[in-house]
């Protein structure tokens, strides 16, 4: 397999002091579904941000499919889709322009851009939306769009930092069948941060556990659950509790 | 130019005739300019010191300058608007090069300034502004104003970057206003009685853009003034995309 994602020694310390990143190594591989888990404030967001380029890191290195992303930023703009916690819209514009526009954004032509555009919205659920506001339309819809949004340049990577918050479960369950099929059937690679951990137990197959800017755990989700609990397999939810109690104890008998 | 750039341009010039009233204020004050001071002191144009064209020759230039003081903010407030809906991160996440996510909407705002701008002497010329040498002031006039807009418009654009806050972005306008009321704004420097207003008004950048722009109106003034204008509007406006570019920078995403 190939590492579409390798992160080597990653630190980020920010200029109030915080000290998010400690050094972290991943390799994510192609075409892998990958969830990093962590308690708030352990540094999700911020490797999420790196990886994306929205901010600096300090030093250590990180190669997207062969690329530096710091020495060819648009190239790997073209082949990442992200979908952060909060909706990135215009709330001004119709839906269907929103689309649009992102697609010419990506390079892409008006008549394909249209055209994916009616894919997105047929395969979101967002037909009655079409010519709405952005601003007009429900939390749940809004999520959609946001999503549709990571996806209208049919990206090869998707990093998706709490994507379904505020989703409602029919909203939810549409958006894991897309993402899902774009991960089976056409081999993207997906990069998930997530507090609902039955989502991450559910279409995740690797992961990392990343708890104060270190990364505890790299490796599929069911060693992990295995390593937690070698006798009786429990869920993602009841395994991560345990493992970060363990931690929590540990470090305080270290204290 | 990118795909990517052009319809990031397009963009900008979208949202402004969406929301037309940056530009449109300062179109209206300066018709109000324009119409207001020669109605009441048009009369003192008769005197030698107004030159040829009279007091319309002499104070169109002021139309000009409120023009784009009036239309700066709207670079400011479009990525304000922007940054507040979150839409600034998506498209900072675009392969378009991150300068052009600023510079769109300034060139937007410029676009609009220069059309007002040529309107305006369309206006000024049916009511009897004299172009000394033709078309050439015309371009000569452009020119100056375009560059007055950038500068405007970039320190603009890189404060309300910086304080996040769109109201800030009237700041340069506000800054801008004392330096009218210290320049030949309203009088030819032959008329200006007070000695301490005239030596103000030679370190004041704003009395080249006025004597510029008189040059090429009715000749009351030397060219040197406005190469001068056009030298010192070209390094405000250097300096002024780039504190607008290094603001960019300072955005927390």
Known sequence: MTAEIQIHRLFKKYPNGTEALKGISLEIQKGQFFTLLGPNGAGKSTLVKILTTLINKDSGYFIISGIHPERNQSKIQKIMGVASQDNEIDPT????????????????????????????????????????????????????????????????????????????????????????????????????????????????????????????????????????????????????LQYVKTISNRESSNN | ???????????????????????????????????????????????????????????????????????????????????????????????????????????????????????????????????????MSVLGIVLLSFLWSLTLCGFSAGIMLRTGQHQSAAIVTNAVFPLLFLSTTFLPRELITADWLLAVSWGNPVTYILEGNRYLLGGTSSAGFFFIGLLIFAITSILSVTFALLSAKKIKI
Not at chain 2, 75 to 97: E, V
Request: aromatic share 10%.
């Open chain 1, 93 to 240: 514009e119709k839906v269907e322009n929103l689309l649009v526009f992102q697609g010419r954004l990506f390079g892409m032509m008006k008549p394909e851009a249209a055209k994916r555009a009616n894919e997105l919205i047929q395969l979101l659920e967002l037909e009655k939306e079409r010519d709405k506001k952005a601003s007009a339309l429900s939390g749940g819809n809004k999520r959609r769009l946001h999503c549709a949004l990571a996806l209208v340049h049919r990206p090869r990577i998707l990093f998706l930092d709490e994507p379904t918050v505020g989703m409602d479960p029919v909203a939810r369950a549409t958006f894991w069948e897309v993402i899902t099929q774009l991960n089976s059937k056409e081999g993207v690679t997906v990069f998930l941060t997530t507090q609902y951990l039955d989502e991450a137990d559910k279409h995740a197959s690797e992961m990392a556990l990343i708890v104060d800017g270190k990364i505890q755990y790299s490796g599929t989700i069911f060693d992990f659950k295995k390593m937690v609990n070698p006798n009786s397999i429990m869920s993602l939810d009841d395994s991560y």
């Open chain 2, 1 to 135: 130019m990118n795909t990517a750039n052009i319809i990031l341009i397009e963009r900008g010039i979208v949202k402004l005739l969406k929301n037309p009233s940056a530009p449109l204020m300062g179109f209206g004050m300066s018709l109000f300019f324009l119409l207001v001071y020669n109605a009441g002191i048009g009369g003192i144009g008769s005197m030698e010191a107004f030159g040829t064209g009279g007091y319309l020759s002499f104070v169109f230039p002021i139309t000009i300058i409120s023009l784009a003081m009036g239309s700066s903010a709207g670079a400011g407030q479009t990525l304000n608007a922007d940054m507040q809906s979150g839409y600034f991160k998506r498209l900072y996440l675009s392969p378009a090069p991150r300068w052009i996510l600023v510079i769109a909407p300034m060139l937007a705002d410029i676009i609009s300034s220069m059309i007002f701008t040529i309107l305006l002497m369309v206006i000024g010329a049916i009511f009897g502004v004299r172009f000394q040498f033709g078309f």
